[in-house]
Structures are given as structure tokens and as C-alpha cells.
């Protein structure tokens, strides 16, 4: 069993800057990536960026340049620096982990609400 909490959500208004974490916990060999969806109401599902346990990093053309994914191997966690926000990045985010040798592979956090705001 694996469980990830995740935190940092909150309201900021345009130009802010929030910092989202997921971590993981539980029985894990190693994890293959960490990552972000959002969803916003009537838009769908959207990949917001992941990270390879090499640290290889990929983002969503609407967030490049303004959002920054790391990660804590050895915390098993990940990290999503989120600057000059938009009302458009405005959205439940969930994080993800894909666990090496873990039945299911794939588990998810709760998601935590950003609200993008003046």
C-alpha cells in the first residue's frame, strides 16, 4: 500500500506564486516519476508537468517557463514551483507516483484546489 498526500493549494492573486508538495509513503522500491494533473471545471484533464527519479523533467506548454517541478529521492517526494500564476492555472491538482514494483503501479493524491484570484 501506498498512500500520497499532497499540500500548498490555496487562493493567490495573479502574478503570485504558490509551491505544491506530494509525498509518498508506504511500501516502495523506488519510484519512477512524480507528476501533476489539474482539472479545471468544464476543461479536461491536463498533464501539468512530471519528474523522473533522474530528474528528467517535462511540462505542459502552458506552464513552461513559469512552473518548476523537483524532487526529493530520498524524501519521495516531489515539488511544484508554480510563479507568475494565471486565473487560467485556477484548477484541483493531483499529484501522481509511479512505483517501481508496486501492484497498482500508479497512485494519487487527494488533489489540492489553486484558485488564481484578484
Known amino acids: 500500500q501506498v498512500q500520497l498526500v499532497e499540500s500548498g493549494g490555496g487562493l493567490v492573486q495573479p502574478g503570485g506564486s504558490l509551491r505544491l508538495s506530494c509525498a509518498a509513503s508506504?511500501?516502495?522500491?523506488?519510484?519512477?516519476?512524480m507528476g501533476w494533473y489539474r482539472q479545471a471545471p468544464g476543461k479536461q484533464r491536463e498533464l501539468v508537468a512530471d519528474?523522473?527519479?533522474?530528474?528528467?523533467?517535462n511540462y505542459a506548454d502552458s506552464v513552461k517557463g513559469r512552473f518548476t517541478i523537483s524532487s526529493d529521492n530520498a524524501k519521495n517526494t516531489a515539488y511544484l514551483q508554480m510563479n507568475s500564476l494565471k486565473p487560467e492555472d485556477t484548477a484541483v491538482y493531483y499529484c501522481?507516483?509511479?512505483?517501481?514494483?508496486?501492484?497498482?503501479?500508479?497512485?494519487w493524491g487527494q488533489g489540492t484546489l489553486v484558485t488564481v484570484s484578484s
Open positions: 501522481y507516483a509511479h512505483i517501481v514494483w508496486s501492484s497498482p503501479s500508479r497512485y
Open positions: 508506504g511500501s516502495i522500491f523506488s519510484i519512477d516519476a
Open positions: 519528474i523522473t527519479s533522474g530528474g528528467s523533467a
